[in-house]
Protein backbone atom coordinates (compact mmCIF):
# COMPACT_ATOMS: atom_id res chain seq x y z
CA UNK A 1 0.00 0.00 0.00
CA UNK A 2 1.52 3.17 -1.09
CA UNK A 3 -0.29 6.89 0.41
CA UNK A 4 0.19 9.82 -1.20
CA UNK A 5 0.64 12.79 0.74
CA UNK A 6 -0.30 16.21 -0.49
CA UNK A 7 3.29 18.67 0.49
CA UNK A 8 2.70 21.86 -1.56
CA UNK A 9 2.13 23.95 1.78
CA UNK A 10 1.57 22.97 5.53
CA UNK A 11 2.72 20.17 8.07
CA UNK A 12 2.88 17.27 5.73
CA UNK A 13 5.87 15.63 7.43
CA UNK A 14 3.87 14.49 10.77
CA UNK A 15 1.63 12.70 8.27
CA UNK A 16 4.47 10.61 6.57
CA UNK A 17 5.69 9.60 9.93
CA UNK A 18 2.56 8.44 11.34
CA UNK A 19 1.95 6.66 8.48
CA UNK A 20 5.67 5.11 8.33
CA UNK A 21 4.94 4.25 12.31
CA UNK A 22 2.05 2.08 10.81
CA UNK A 23 4.62 0.19 8.07
CA UNK A 24 2.97 2.67 5.07
CA UNK A 25 4.76 3.47 2.21
CA UNK A 26 4.29 7.54 1.45
CA UNK A 27 4.79 9.44 -1.67
CA UNK A 28 5.01 13.56 -1.48
CA UNK A 29 2.60 14.72 -3.84
CA UNK A 30 3.86 17.60 -5.29
CA UNK A 31 3.15 17.02 -9.18
CA UNK A 32 0.34 14.89 -10.87
CA UNK A 33 2.78 12.05 -11.99
CA UNK A 34 3.34 11.59 -8.00
CA UNK A 35 -0.54 10.64 -7.85
CA UNK A 36 -0.10 7.34 -9.59
CA UNK A 37 -0.19 4.29 -8.20
CA UNK A 38 -1.65 5.60 -4.51
CA UNK A 39 -4.05 4.17 -2.81
CA UNK A 40 -4.87 7.08 -0.32
CA UNK A 41 -4.31 10.68 -0.20
CA UNK A 42 -4.09 12.67 3.01
CA UNK A 43 -4.53 16.67 2.92
CA UNK A 44 -2.88 18.25 5.52
CA UNK A 45 -3.35 21.48 7.52
CA UNK A 46 -1.62 24.68 6.79
CA UNK A 47 -3.34 27.38 5.25
CA UNK A 48 -6.71 26.49 2.84
CA UNK A 49 -6.20 29.57 0.73
CA UNK A 50 -2.46 29.01 -0.03
CA UNK A 51 -2.93 25.17 -0.83
CA UNK A 52 -5.99 25.29 -2.85
CA UNK A 53 -4.23 28.36 -5.13
CA UNK A 54 -1.08 25.74 -5.24
CA UNK A 55 -3.82 23.36 -6.37
CA UNK A 56 -4.63 25.04 -9.29
CA UNK A 57 -1.13 26.77 -10.38
CA UNK A 58 0.26 23.17 -10.63
CA UNK A 59 -2.76 21.72 -12.50
CA UNK A 60 -3.49 19.00 -9.83
CA UNK A 61 -6.97 20.00 -8.62
CA UNK A 62 -8.61 18.38 -11.24
CA UNK A 63 -6.92 15.42 -11.18
CA UNK A 64 -7.47 14.96 -7.53
CA UNK A 65 -11.01 15.46 -7.94
CA UNK A 66 -11.69 13.19 -10.58
CA UNK A 67 -9.03 10.26 -8.23
CA UNK A 68 -11.67 11.56 -5.45
CA UNK A 69 -15.01 11.07 -7.51
CA UNK A 70 -13.66 7.40 -8.98
CA UNK A 71 -13.17 6.33 -5.16
CA UNK A 72 -9.88 6.95 -4.07
CA UNK A 73 -9.79 7.15 -0.19
CA UNK A 74 -8.94 10.27 0.65
CA UNK A 75 -8.22 12.27 4.41
CA UNK A 76 -8.20 15.79 4.94
CA UNK A 77 -7.14 17.14 8.16
CA UNK A 78 -7.80 20.90 9.67
CA UNK A 79 -7.38 22.70 5.91
CA UNK A 80 -7.53 19.75 4.24
CA UNK A 81 -11.55 19.58 5.69
CA UNK A 82 -11.43 22.99 4.60
CA UNK A 83 -10.54 22.04 0.88
CA UNK A 84 -12.69 18.92 1.24
CA UNK A 85 -16.19 20.59 1.81
CA UNK A 86 -19.04 21.91 -0.42
CA UNK A 87 -19.53 25.03 1.87
CA UNK A 88 -17.68 27.15 4.00
CA UNK A 89 -19.27 29.74 6.26
CA UNK A 90 -16.85 32.37 6.47
CA UNK A 91 -15.09 32.49 3.47
CA UNK A 92 -16.92 32.66 -0.53
CA UNK A 93 -14.01 30.47 -1.77
CA UNK A 94 -14.37 26.61 -2.74
CA UNK A 95 -11.87 24.73 -3.57
CA UNK A 96 -12.38 20.76 -3.82
CA UNK A 97 -15.75 21.35 -2.87
CA UNK A 98 -16.77 17.48 -2.76
CA UNK A 99 -17.89 16.46 0.74
CA UNK A 100 -21.65 17.14 1.92
CA UNK A 101 -20.48 19.69 4.82
CA UNK A 102 -20.54 23.13 5.57
CA UNK A 103 -17.29 24.31 7.52
CA UNK A 104 -16.67 26.78 9.77
CA UNK A 105 -12.84 28.61 9.07
CA UNK A 106 -10.85 28.79 12.36
CA UNK A 107 -13.88 28.37 14.16
CA UNK A 108 -12.23 27.87 17.48
CA UNK A 109 -9.90 31.15 17.33
CA UNK A 110 -6.43 32.38 17.64
CA UNK A 111 -3.32 30.22 17.78
CA UNK A 112 -3.61 30.96 21.34
CA UNK A 113 -6.71 28.90 21.86
CA UNK A 114 -5.32 25.88 20.72
CA UNK A 115 -6.05 22.94 23.25
CA UNK A 116 -5.77 19.42 23.42
CA UNK A 117 -8.21 16.85 24.26
CA UNK A 118 -9.40 13.15 24.52
CA UNK A 119 -12.73 12.15 22.77
CA UNK A 120 -14.81 9.42 20.91
CA UNK A 121 -14.36 8.68 17.95
CA UNK A 122 -17.27 6.74 16.29
CA UNK A 123 -15.40 3.20 15.02
CA UNK A 124 -12.46 3.69 17.60
CA UNK A 125 -13.16 1.94 20.45
CA UNK A 126 -11.15 3.83 22.81
CA UNK A 127 -10.75 8.02 23.38
CA UNK A 128 -8.74 9.40 20.53
CA UNK A 129 -5.99 12.42 21.35
CA UNK A 130 -7.17 15.74 19.48
CA UNK A 131 -4.95 18.27 19.01
CA UNK A 132 -6.80 22.01 18.18
CA UNK A 133 -4.58 24.64 16.45
CA UNK A 134 -6.46 27.07 14.66
CA UNK A 135 -8.97 24.85 13.71
CA UNK A 136 -12.15 25.00 11.75
CA UNK A 137 -15.30 23.13 12.64
CA UNK A 138 -18.22 21.57 10.97
CA UNK A 139 -21.40 23.31 11.25
CA UNK A 140 -23.52 21.15 9.60
CA UNK A 141 -22.98 17.86 7.50
CA UNK A 142 -25.41 16.96 4.26
CA UNK A 143 -27.31 13.75 4.58
CA UNK A 144 -24.49 11.92 3.06
CA UNK A 145 -21.90 12.23 5.56
CA UNK A 146 -21.62 10.84 8.90
CA UNK A 147 -20.82 12.56 11.75
CA UNK A 148 -18.25 10.54 13.69
CA UNK A 149 -16.79 12.89 16.79
CA UNK A 150 -17.60 16.14 18.25
CA UNK A 151 -16.10 18.53 20.91
CA UNK A 152 -18.34 20.78 23.09
CA UNK A 153 -21.53 19.71 20.50
CA UNK A 154 -19.37 21.01 17.48
CA UNK A 155 -18.74 18.40 14.51
CA UNK A 156 -15.14 17.87 14.47
CA UNK A 157 -14.98 14.78 12.12
CA UNK A 158 -16.93 13.07 9.57
CA UNK A 159 -17.03 10.56 6.50
CA UNK A 160 -18.72 10.24 3.41
CA UNK A 161 -18.29 7.41 1.27
CA UNK A 162 -14.08 7.69 0.79
CA UNK A 163 -13.75 10.98 2.02
CA UNK A 164 -12.43 11.52 5.68
CA UNK A 165 -12.28 14.68 7.48
CA UNK A 166 -11.32 15.73 10.65
CA UNK A 167 -10.83 19.28 12.66
CA UNK A 168 -8.09 18.58 14.69
CA UNK A 169 -4.49 16.97 14.28
CA UNK A 170 -3.88 13.31 14.72
CA UNK A 171 -0.72 13.52 13.15
CA UNK A 172 0.85 15.65 15.97
CA UNK A 173 0.15 12.78 18.40
CA UNK A 174 1.73 9.64 19.34
CA UNK A 175 -1.98 8.31 19.01
CA UNK A 176 -2.40 6.65 15.42
CA UNK A 177 -6.05 5.53 16.20
CA UNK A 178 -7.24 7.63 12.70
CA UNK A 179 -4.29 6.99 10.47
CA UNK A 180 -5.14 3.32 11.51
CA UNK A 181 -8.78 4.27 10.64
CA UNK A 182 -8.37 6.01 7.20
CA UNK A 183 -6.31 2.73 6.24
CA UNK A 184 -8.97 0.51 6.65
CA UNK A 185 -11.14 2.25 4.76
CA UNK A 186 -8.63 2.09 1.87
CA UNK A 187 -8.17 -1.71 2.70
Same mark, same amino acid.
Given at each position: ?17 ? !?????? #? ?10 ? #???? !???? $? ?11 ? !? ?31 ? #? ?7 ? #? ?32 ? $? ?53
Amino acid at each position: MKIGVLALQGAFIEHVNS !LKKLGV #DTILVKKKSDLK #DIQG !LILP $RGESTAIGKLLVD !LNLKDEIKMLIENGLPVFGTCAGMILLAKNITN #DERKHLAMM #DITVKRNAYGRQNDSFCIEENFKGISSKVEMVFI $RAPYIEKVGENAEILATVNSNIVAARQKNMLVTSFHPELTSDLKVHQYFIDMIK
